[in-house]
């Protein structure tokens, strides 16, 4: 079994590998995207990649605002939504935390709640909310906070839900980002039925909040295991992800959400964060933990964190 250092390591290297062997791949259909064996970081001759002159084995914005996140939480030692919010506009405006300062995939619901940040809106109201907000912006950025959180089941769904609030305000982006991060949470324990407990856990959470249990109920329907489409819906993100997670070691897991098509660089960074936490850094194949830039970035920040929590 993964030592918790091996599961921490995992989940933030899981994430970035996932997300930057998606990004060549983004916007293509399933029936386009090559066969299983042939997704890597460097796509077939003669596919059309996605994001054309960005480098094989960069992370997209996925990778970059999970480590503004990250960030946060080492130099706050506590979820602040105020720094939270500095870092996101400093990386909008300036590509911080991203690979050589590019900023190259922007989702428009993010951008919007960046923008609101930065015309001084409460960071807290900032994220939009409507019908039509519930992408998965808050829930691919969310993995270092169960990675990072010492505090009580109730206290890291309650800050996975603000992380998500300064770009996705929607209840339901909310309620995705709370139950991706305890049940991210029950794999480091190395809980064999992870979902299941993460899911009875938010169940009780909510168990006075009528708006949030129908949003559980109703929309994300974490009792019927769907594959899902790999859209940036995300609910359909989560759904995905969790369909991916079912088929087999780290690379089946990764390569099956890119597969699906679509938005394959985040479905796959919200995949390859758990599988990443389940089968520690070690089931995480040499050529693509090796081949991913940026690494004077985040190791520094996964050093402290793994310092932090077992030290």
Same mark, same amino acid.
């Given at each position: 079994m993964p030592t918790l250092p091996q599961r921490i390591e995992g989940g933030l290297i899981g994430l970035l590998v996932g997300d930057a062997l998606g990004v060549p791949y983004e916007f293509h259909l399933p029936n386009e995207i090559p066969a299983l064996a042939d997704i890597e970081y460097t796509p077939p001759k003669g596919f059309l990649r996605a994001h054309e002159g960005v480098p094989p084995g960069t992370?997209? &914005?996925d990778g970059a605002l999970a480590l503004c996140l990250l960030d946060s939480l080492l130099?706050?030692?506590a979820f602040d939504p105020a720094d939270f919010g500095r870092r996101l506009t400093l990386w909008y405006d300036e590509g911080y935390m991203a690979v050589d300062a590019l900023?190259? &995939?922007v989702g428009v619901t993010t951008a919007k709640g960046i923008r609101a940040i930065r015309s001084g809106v409460p960071v807290l109201e900032a994220g939009p909310k409507g019908d039509y907000d519930c992408g998965n912006g808050g829930l691919m950025r969310v993995l270092p906070l169960a990675l990072w959180h010492k505090g009580t089941l109730a206290e890291l769904a309650r800050d996975a839900e603000l992380q998500s609030r300064l770009t996705h305000g929607h209840l339901r982006?909310?309620?995705c980002c709370a139950l991706y991060a305890l049940w991210a949470r029950e794999e480091l324990q190395g809980n064999a039925t992870a979902w299941d407990s993460a899911v009875a856990t938010l169940r009780k959470l909510y168990m006075n909040n009528p708006d949030a249990t129908e949003e559980l109920e109703w929309s994300v329907r974490p009792d019927?295991?769907?594959r899902g489409t790999g859209s940036g819906y995300v609910v359909d993100c989560l759904r995905s992800a969790r369909w991916a997670t079912g088929q087999g070691n780290f690379q089946q897991v990764v390569r099956a959400a890119i597969h699906l098509?679509?938005?394959t660089d985040t479905t796959a960074c919200v995949a390859g964060g758990i599988a990443g936490v389940r089968e520690g850094v070690n089931g995480i194949p040499e050529r693509w933990s090796e081949g991913l830039r940026g690494r004077e970035i985040f190791q520094p920040l996964l050093d402290k964190?793994?310092?932090r929590l077992v030290g």
């Open positions: 992370w997209s &914005d130099e706050c030692n900023v190259f &995939d982006s909310q309620v019927e295991p769907q098509g679509r938005d964190l793994i310092a």
